[in-house]
């Protein structure tokens, strides 16, 4: 035996959960498997599992070469001959286990050199005698099979404790090298860590060594390159808490004036809070130095200047809609009401770009196409998709998934087929496309049945459909208008579609439709959640009732009152003008609603 050997048996005598060798063994022999981590074949690859099936530990690089699977020696076409037969029972006699790993994944393999003994030896024997000695072969293997559940549970216990000791090893070092960074003045940089960082996982701290002096002399500049990285992060981390510490105030002022009568009933556009944030006085006391001390009182002299920044702001939106709208003569346009006038025209059809074609969640329902004044309140232009860049987040502007954001124009256009749609429709009802607007279109309260769509077969089975102004601009834009991006268009009543008075409608129709209603009109808020974390999307009423009593346990949902407790969507259209009622058969079929 070696002199390495010998200690290593030594040393495995004092261990009291030592396994008993498996059969044909030396105790030396035992001890050099267990406890030796190389290759049995190549002696140079390093193996720290032992395969207690075969008594061996084989590398990757041996496999193949060492093993060998049973289909090799008896493939499918000789199974059922007599040397087939021979070759089952000398595997019989083997070892043998389902491998789990490549190139015999899947396959039952054994080792070569024992199936080339055992054949041997099984070929040189007497027919009577290879019964005794398959019997000899099966004790032989139901030994081993017992051993290898004692000798695989024991590696298991031996690994789970040296990983322990590692482990333990690891916590040291992190121990020593946190006390070390303590004495350099690291310890508020310590605790502030968080992920992505982490201290313990650190190439240098997780490593399974004590930590000497000379260890701690190799790496201590290379430790504190990594804590003043930490530092910096942890002043960004105060800096940015400090200015939400700020907003937090400013937007609890802004809060208070949206529910004040300024911004109570929501009849005209209002900032979000970030826009309220960019406004000058306000950015100023949110950007002051760190040292310097801000409160609520240090924003008493905003208070006054809240309604000019409000009529300031939605100017400049006003203004940002006008510049790809098209006005001939923009400069002409001095006042707000004349910059209004020409928004609410009919024919400004918006489009938004983004694709959010889904409901809202906090601004009037995302659709394809958008009037003025709804398009002030369109989802992409007060929220955005929450990355969560801000560390922490500023929950007053935090709206899962999406936070507040100010409001832009970028992903809004003109929609230039709707438009001309619109300029015919309103050409055909006898009104002029340059005077009318959004308003009067939604107090005409009547409907139009498509003539085009029977006409050319689009109806498979016998109904109606009557079209609210909007609703018929969408259905007429996604099925009939392939052709308008010239910009001419022309409609003619009684052929292309017919008016339909509301009062001639069957009242009966009427009703259903006004049931459906209510259950489809989303245009309700929650009042105490507006520019809240909590705030939730438009809704029906059922809806808003269910809000408050999971959300506001003390208020009674039957007692709600409208611009106290809840309050309509800003721009949320009527619903005679966007909606389509189906009728089948003389009764109403379903409520779409758009």
């Known amino acids: ?35 030796e981590p190389n290759c049995h074949f190549c002696v140079k690859g390093t193996v720290h599992t032992v395969d207690f099936t075969f008594r061996v530990r ?62 041997a030896h099984y070929l040189s024997l007497k027919s009577d005698q290879r019964k005794t000695y398959r019997e000899e072969r099966k004790t032989f293997i139901e030994e081993i099979e017992k051993h290898v559940k004692i000798g695989e549970a024991w590696h298991k216990r031996r690994a789970r404790s040296r990983e322990e000791e590692l482990d333990q090893l690891r916590a040291d070092r992190a121990t020593a090298i946190t006390k070390k960074l303590v004495d350099l003045g690291y310890e508020k940089d310590l605790e502030s860590i968080k992920a992505p960082d982490s201290f313990q996982d650190h190439r240098l701290v997780k490593q399974p060594r004590a930590l000497t002096e000379k260890g701690w002399h190799n790496i201590r500049q290379d430790m504190i390159q990594f804590m003043e990285k930490m530092r910096s992060k942890r002043l960004a981390r105060e800096h940015t808490a400090l200015i939400h510490s700020r907003k937090a105030i400013a937007a609890s002022l802004f809060r208070t004036y949206i529910l004040s009568p300024s911004g109570t009933p929501y009849t005209t556009v209002l900032p979000s809070i970030v826009d309220f944030y960019n406004f000058g006085p306000v950015k100023e006391l949110l950007d002051l130095p760190d040292e310097t001390i801000v409160e609520e009182h240090s924003f008493a002299p905003v208070i006054p200047q809240i309604d000019a920044f409000c009529q300031a702001w939605r100017e400049r939106i006003h203004n940002e809609l006008i510049q790809f709208v098209g006005h001939p003569d923009p400069p002409s346009l001095q006042t707000m009401e004349q ?115 029977e006409r050319n077969g689009f109806f498979f089975v016998s109904h109606t459909v009557l079209y609210g102004w909007r609703a018929f601009v969408k259905h007429f834009c996604n099925e009939h208008a392939f052709h308008v991006d010239n910009g001419v268009l022309t409609l003619t009543p009684d052929k292309d579609f017919e008016v339909m008075p509301i009062e001639s ?72 003008a966007s909606t389509e009622i189906r009728t089948l058969n003389s009764e109403p079929d379903s409520v779409a609603f758009w």
């Not at 498996?22 to 022999?29: L, V």
């Not at 209510?518 to 269910?546: G, M």
């Open 1 to 35: 035996m070696k002199r390495s050997s010998s200690t290593i048996w030594k040393n495995a005598r004092l261990l009291s959960d030592f396994p008993e060798p498996m059969p044909g063994f030396s105790e030396p022999a035992w001890v050099s498997l267990l406890f």
């Open 58 to 119: 084989v590398c990757g690089k041996c496999i193949q070469q060492q093993f060998m699977s049973h289909q090799e020696v008896l493939p499918y076409d000789v199974i059922f001959t007599s040397e087939g037969e021979t070759i089952g029972d000398i595997l019989d006699c083997l070892p043998t286990r389902c491998s789990s790993r490549k190139p015999f994944q899947g396959q039952d393999i054994c080792l070569r050199r024992e199936y080339e003994q055992v054949k």
């Open 505 to 576: 409608i069957d009242p009966k129709h009427m009703d259903t439709y006004e049931q459906m209603m209510d259950h489809r009109d989303l245009r309700w808020r929650c009042l105490r959640c507006r520019d809240l974390s909590s705030e939730i999307e438009t809704c029906n009423f059922q809806r808003l009732k269910a809000h408050y009593r999971y959300q506001h346990v003390g208020v009674d949902p039957e007692t709600l009152v409208i611009n106290r407790d809840y309050y309509e969507e800003f721009g949320v259209p009527p619903r005679v």
């Open 339 to 453: 910059k209004v006038a020409f928004l609410k025209l009919a024919r400004n059809v918006y489009s938004c770009g983004s694709h959010c074609g889904g409901a809202s969640w906090i601004c009037v329902a995302a659709e394809s196409k958008l009037y003025y004044p709804q398009v002030l309140a369109h989802q992409c232009s007060v929220t955005e998709l929450d990355v969560h860049q801000d560390d922490p987040p500023d929950q007053a502007i935090s709206l899962p998934p999406l936070r507040r954001c100010a409001w832009t124009a970028r992903h809004l256009s003109l929609h230039n087929k709707a438009s001309v749609v619109v300029s015919a429709l309103i050409t055909a009802l006898d009104r002029d496309p340059k005077q009318t607007t959004v308003d009067d279109m939604d107090n005409l309260e009547q409907f139009y049945q498509c003539n085009l769509c």
